[in-house]
């Protein structure tokens, strides 16, 4: 008899248990696990932005190199923070982060080359984003000589054009009396992909060599003159080459020179005055970006130019760098309003606290009129027309 209660006792248990399970579920189907039963997703917007969740998001970018030291750093403090949140940008070159994003393979880019008119037809509704500023410098390896070396604008492009071919050319030696520059060939590098870097260093090229302009011109790719040259893909590639091959040249952003403890050489600028690249003389070079009318973030950005500025310390080949991102992100495959959110707080770091990482590095932090164009950009952007920053 004891042994029927026990039993009785079970079966009542299993059915109070069953009972509560299956109100819970009649109450809660959007935690049922068939998605055939999930309810549709609310079209309705919510009467208050939304803010970061704290479910687990991934977000993807490619794109220029050239900002690559300033943008990891910033994914690091900012995800150290967010354990939530992983973010991925393996860079590419600006060529790439266009093209990705304009396939929307991406969540955002990184350019710094500015979209052309055709661009942004391609990709309507792409915004810039300024997100730092930096110096392209042209580092050296010449055994021997680890500094001191000057140069100006037309016997860089000389260089390039294959018209000055061996290190004690007499064109270099006036620049540099003070060294003995050794009766060796030189051996350019550039870049081999289609680089943003590329494409201000050959604008910078066509500023001070007529030649320069009319032969070969400028661009994320150029067909590059000289016999005794050597292609790399991105800026750290660059850097290694130079490193890795005596008597050559070729041209970096300056933290890549930096961690490859690469000789760089000091630019004369319009004032005439050789300017080694720095954090000083990039940042005496952006204050010649103007403080009112710069376009806003669904605007062309290819008339904002910091090469050759007159100032006397200024660095004659400095660049902002920019994140492009759509303004109605709900356009890319995948996106979520947790992604959107996420996306948007990232960049929004980026161009707030993110800037205290840039200096470290040797890049400019924003101007502040460029972070209030940029808050007023991040604000504009939406999912499914909803927007994601009050």
Not at 27 to 50: G, R, V, W, Y
Not at 78 to 97: A, L, M
Not at 217 to 239: D, E, I, K, R
Request: aromatic letters at 8%; proline letters at 8%; glycine letters at 8%.
């Amino acid at each position: 008899m004891k042994t029927m209660y026990i039993v009785a006792a079970i079966v009542a248990i299993v059915i109070i248990i069953g009972s509560v399970v299956a109100y819970s579920y009649l109450a809660n189907p959007a935690e049922s696990p068939n998605p055939s039963t999930s309810p549709t997703p609310s079209s309705s917007t919510p009467s208050t932005s939304p803010s970061p969740s704290s479910s687990s998001v991934i977000l993807t970018g490619s794109g220029a190199s050239f900002p690559m030291p300033f943008l990891n750093s910033t994914i690091v403090a900012y995800t150290n923070t967010r354990p939530n949140v992983e973010i991925n940008y393996p860079g590419g070159g600006s060529g790439k982060g266009v093209s990705d994003l304009t396939a929307k393979l991406v969540d955002f880019a990184g350019s710094d080359k500015p979209l052309t008119a055709d661009q942004r037809a391609a990709a309507p509704n792409a915004l810039h984003i300024p997100e730092t500023i930096g110096a392209i410098t042209v580092t050296y390896n010449l055994p021997g000589i680890s500094s001191g070396l000057k140069l100006d604008g037309t016997a860089i492009a000389d260089i390039f054009l294959g018209t000055i071919t061996n290190w004690n050319d007499p064109a270099l030696a006036a620049l540099n009396p003070d060294l003995t520059l050794p009766d060796h060939g030189i051996t350019t590098v550039h870049r081999s992909d289609n680089s943003g870097t590329t494409n201000w260093f050959t604008k910078y090229l066509c500023l001070v060599s007529s030649t320069w302009d009319s032969d070969v011109g400028s661009g994320t790719s150029v067909q590059w003159p000289g016999t005794n040259s050597l292609g790399a893909s991105g800026n750290s590639n660059v850097a290694a080459t130079v490193a890795q091959t005596e008597y050559s040249i070729g041209y970096v952003e300056l933290a890549y020179a930096l961690q490859n403890d690469l000789a760089v050489a000091a630019l004369e600028n319009p004032a005439g005055n050789f300017v080694l690249p720095s954090l000083d003389s990039t940042t005496a070079a952006a204050q010649s970006l103007p403080t009112s009318g710069l376009p806003s973030g669904s605007e062309s950005w290819e008339d904002v130019v910091i090469l050759n500025t007159p100032g006397e310390q200024a660095y004659p080949i400095v660049t902002p760098t920019y994140l492009l991102v759509y303004q109605e992100l709900n356009v890319i495959p995948g996106m979520t309003l947790d992604k959107a959110t996420q996306l948007v707080d990232y960049i929004w770091y980026v161009v707030h606290d993110g800037q205290s990482l840039a200096p470290a590095l040797e890049y400019a932090s924003l101007p502040s009129n460029i972070v209030e164009l940029n808050e007023a950009t991040l604000k504009s952007i939406t999912f499914n027309g909803q927007t994601l920053i009050p």
